[in-house]
């Protein structure tokens, strides 16, 4: 069914819902994986570690996993993402959702709304709901089992 998946990864807290998405949805599909990061500022080095740690989990699953970082300017995440996809013949695209309604994402611009609309491939979108305003995360990713 999907041999490769790519997953968008920005090393923040939020992406964990990701990562365990993508964790389960390839062993259970026996699909590679291929972590796209993207850089928008030169000094965004302090994620690649923050990254590094999200596939270290994503490898103890037995799923195969290849690391990209790419650099952009802020508004062009969304087509590198799409692109890296293209080249490597994914199936999948995985990234998360933010919570965001559809107006403040449409008037606050999100990678995963402009990904939806770019790439070739089907994106799931993982939703990261905030429960309070200490950012308790409530995750409910799509096939979780808890």
Do not use: W, Y
């Amino acid at each position: 069914m999907f041999t490769t998946i790519v997953l968008a990864l920005d090393g923040s807290e939020l992406s964990e819902a990701a990562v365990e998405a993508t964790s389960e949805f390839a062993a259970l599909t026996s699909a590679s994986v291929v972590a796209v990061h993207v850089k928008t500022h030169a000094l965004e080095t302090e994620r690649e570690h923050l990254i590094d740690a999200q596939v270290t989990r994503i490898r103890a699953a037995g799923v195969p996993v290849e690391v990209e970082f790419a650099s952009t300017v802020v508004g062009d995440e969304a087509n590198v993402i799409a692109r890296a996809a293209k080249r490597h013949a994914a199936d999948l695209i995985i990234a998360v959702g933010r919570g965001r309604s559809p107006a403040a994402g449409a008037m606050i611009g999100s990678v995963t709304q402009r990904l939806l609309h770019v790439a070739d491939c089907p994106v799931l979108v993982v939703p990261v709901l905030v429960a309070d305003e200490e950012s308790e995360l409530v995750v409910h990713a799509a096939g979780a089992h808890r």
